[in-house]
Structures are given as C-alpha cells and as structure tokens.
C-alpha cells in the first residue's frame, strides 16, 4: 500500500467520525498531502471505497503519472468546477459531504450550498493538517533532504561573503545555490538584516550593504524537490558589537537550547514555549520577544502544532517543529536563532546541524 493509499485510509476513519460520507479536499497542498500530485487547481473527493481527483486537461499527463490508480474527472473547458463537484456526488450517491471549513473562500462555499443542494455540507476544517502534524518516514527523509539543501547553500554563502554585498544580494546568493544543489529554491523569501533592521522579525531585503553594521541576521530555508521545507536562522557577527547585544546572543542561544531539551511526545506546546520564555524574561528581557517559539514544518513553511502560549496540545513523536526564540530591542538590533526539531519516541533529535555557539558566529568578511 502506498503512503498515499496510507493517509487516505486514515482520513477515511476521521470523515466516518464525523458522519460524513464523502469528503471535499479544496487545500491544494491537502490534495497534494493525499495523493502525491503536486499541480494545483485541483480538488480531491474522497469517497468509502475510492478516490477522485477533479482537475482540467493541462494536468491529465501529470495527474496519471504522479497518482496512478486515483480515479480522474476531467472537466471538459469552459466547465466550471462546481459542475464536476456536483456531478461526481450525484453519480457516487453522497447524502453527506465533508469540507475544508477552515481553508475554503466564502464565494466557494457559496457555490456549493448553492450549485450541489441535494447533498449537506458538514465543515470539516483542518482534518488533513491533523494528519499531516506528524510526518511519516519519507516526509522525515524530505525534511532532512531540505535541511541539507538549506546548509550546504548557507556554507557556500557565508564563506564568500563581502561587505560591500547587499541584503538582497545575500538572499539571492542563498536561493540561487539551494538550486544549484538540487533544491526548489527557498522555502520562502530569505530575511537577510543588518544590525538595526535585524530587529524587525520579518524585515524585507533592502540595499544595504552587509558589511556597514556588525550584526548579519539570515533566516531562510530550503525547498526540496518534493516539496518539503526547512527554516533555519543564524546570526552573523561580521564587525564591532556592543556587549548589549552579545549578551542577547547568548540568551536568546541558552534560551533555545532548554526548551529543545524539553522536546518529547507528551510535553506540551505552551510549556517547551514556556521554557524559552522564562529565560528571556528572568533575564529582564521578556517584552522584547514578541512571537511563538516556533512552528510546525512540512509541505508548508508554517503549519501545525505551533508552539506557543496558546496551544495546550501535546507534542507527538513523528512532529517536527521549529525552535526559534528571539530578542529586538528597537533602533539596536537582534537576535534569533532557529533550529528544526524532530519529536522523536525517546525524546528529540535536532535536524539541523550548522553551529550556532558564540565563537561560531564571527564571520570575517571578505
Ligand atoms: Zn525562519
Ligand atoms: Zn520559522
């Protein structure tokens, strides 16, 4: 059985759960989670005893190469969607029919109480992002596909550094090398910030050039040929810095490093963000870190479970989350450093290896 044929059979026992007797998965990267197709415009019905995908002739080829056996309906052009969605649940006899509350648009949902009236809609949201929290073996291989990609560019990167290189330059270099080893690109847009700016947690690449301040904050991530996604972030230290921020250096590094020790199925997300934020407030430093520990990875950049205040759930072996706590102090400067952490039966094992001690983090510019 496929891994496919595996996660479509789990999400079967959760719609029989809800009394649903079909299922509509309109997330594109659901349906990709579902059946391995990575295109888009397409939707996914998923039934008792079958599957179906819904999409339009530029995807035929693929569709047959990328999920052999998935029943296809191809709608014919100038045929909206809603047709095929009615059609496939008129002929598969469906009375009640699962959907993706929490992702679909409010005209879609119109369209289906509207166009498909002899079915109920039961809103069914985030089913597949349940399931997709704790990745299976070959989902843990691509991450550390990703996480390799996203190192060996930094490597190259940072190793030809020059001061006069801008921002945007730095990110460019990253993506461009994450390719060139064999990856997607980026996982998202690089954060490449120089000493002040590096206290704005989601800075865009400006023209700036690196090598006026003494503090380089890189975040970025690679995306690997199938899709799966790393997130790291690194602090440079390319010149003169004030005492303050090496101070912030190394809680923000101590701070990480005990709440990765916490890491294991059963601990709770609000309590491994708890550890983390205690260090940085015992230290007087508690209102300068102003987001969630961290944040689940896999076929997107940000997803379940998040570590956070507000989230009570428990860790469970098989998840794979990101740790990274953080310090700006506005107008000065900041510090983050974000690792990615696979909850393991026995505890934790972190999947990124770069360094990250203070030694480790002066860069000579060339
Ligand atoms: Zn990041
Ligand atoms: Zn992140």
Not at 27 to 46: K, M
Not at 202 to 227: F, N, Q, R, Y
Not at 258 to 268: C, D, F, L, Q, S
Request: net charge positive; glycine share 10%; aromatic share 6%.
């Amino acid at each position: 059985m496929s891994r496919y044929q595996l996660r479509r059979d789990k999400l079967r026992r959760l719609m029989k759960k809800s009394g649903a007797d079909g299922f509509l998965v309109t997330n594109f990267t659901n349906v990709t989670y579902l059946t391995g197709f990575r295109g888009d415009d397409s939707f996914l019905i998923l039934l008792p005893d079958g599957e179906i995908v819904l999409s339009d002739p530029r995807y035929t080829t693929q569709l047959k190469e990328e999920c052999p056996g998935v029943d296809l309906e191809i709608r014919t052009p100038g045929t909206a969607m809603i047709t095929s969605i009615r059609k496939v649940l008129r002929r598969c006899r469906c009375r009640e029919v699962g959907f993706e509350s929490n992702s679909l648009t409010v005209d879609l949902h119109g369209a289906l109480v509207e166009g498909v009236d002899d079915v109920r809609w039961v809103p069914c949201g985030g089913l597949v992002e349940r399931l997709r929290m704790v990745k299976d073996r070959d989902e843990i291989r691509s991450i550390r596909k990703a996480v390799m990609l996203a190192e060996r560019a930094f490597g190259t990167v940072r190793s030809g550094l020059r001061s006069i290189d801008q921002e945007r330059i730095v990110a460019h270099a990253i993506e461009n090398e994450i390719r060139r080893f064999g990856g997607r690109g980026c996982s998202f847009s690089p954060i490449v910030a120089v000493g002040p700016r590096a206290a704005l947690p989601h800075a865009t690449v400006e023209d700036i050039p690196i090598g006026d301040h003494g503090l380089l904050l890189i975040d970025w991530g690679a995306d690997s040929p199938d899709g799966y996604k790393s997130d790291l972030t690194r602090v440079l230290v390319t010149g003169k810095i004030s005492p303050k921020l090496k101070r912030i250096y190394q809680l923000v590094l101590k701070a990480q490093q005990r709440a990765i020790e916490a890491i294991r199925p059963g601990a709770k997300c609000a309590d491994v963000d708890a550890v983390a934020r205690k260090v940085i407030a015992d230290a007087g430093f508690g209102k300068y870190f102003g987001h969630g520990l961290g944040h689940g990875i896999g076929l997107d950049i940000h997803e379940g479970p998040r570590l956070s205040a507000a989230n009570s759930e428990p860790l469970k072996a098989g998840m794979v989350v990101t740790v990274e706590p953080g310090i700006y102090l506005p107008g000065v400067g900041g510090v983050r450093i974000e690792d990615d952490v696979l909850v393991t039966r026995g505890g934790h094992e972190v999947l990124t290896n770069l360094p990250k001690d203070w030694d480790s983090a002066a860069t000579q510019l060339g």
